[in-house]
Nanobody, 128 residues
Framework: QVQLVESGGGSVQAGGSLRLSCAASGGRFNRYAIGWFRQAPGKEREFVAVVSADGGVTHYADSVKGRFTISRDNVKNTVTLRTDSLKPEDTAAYYC?????????????????????WGQGTQLTVSS
């Protein structure tokens, strides 16, 4: 079992950047693909990005492609989501989640229901 803790959220103006972090403990971190999801008030939780267990493959939602970058450090047991060129519609609570999957075919692993472990979330607010 793995525990996840997000940090780095905050308030930023449109066009700005923010780095979100996800720290893991309690399990073999390098056996888990790690995804980021977000949920805005009144909306369903949606996929943002995912990185494979070895860090070699990444996949993004179309809405963030080219603006967000996901990466991981399997020594420090952390995953980072770099968010650039932020827009007001990026405002949401951001969650990291772990999926017990070591393969490279992560493009289909975008459903929140697939992920077994979740952090508590961190709020990102973008003002216009």
């Amino acid at each position: 079992q793995v525990q996840l803790v997000e940090s780095g959220g905050g308030s930023v103006q449109a066009g700005g950047s923010l780095r979100l972090s996800c720290a893991a403990s309690g399990g073999r971190f390098n056996r888990y693909a790690i995804g980021w999801f977000r949920q805005a008030p009144g909306k369903e939780r949606e996929f943002v990005a995912v990185v494979s267990a070895d860090g070699g493959v990444t996949h993004y939602a179309d809405s963030v492609k080219g603006r967000f970058t996901i990466s991981r450090d399997n020594v420090k047991n952390t995953v980072t989501l770099r968010t650039d060129s932020l827009k007001p519609e990026d405002t949401a609570a951001y969650y990291c989640a772990a999926l017990d999957f070591t393969g490279s075919m992560i493009q289909s692993r975008t459903g929140a229901y697939l992920y077994e472990y979740w952090g508590q979330g961190t709020q990102l607010t973008v003002s216009s």
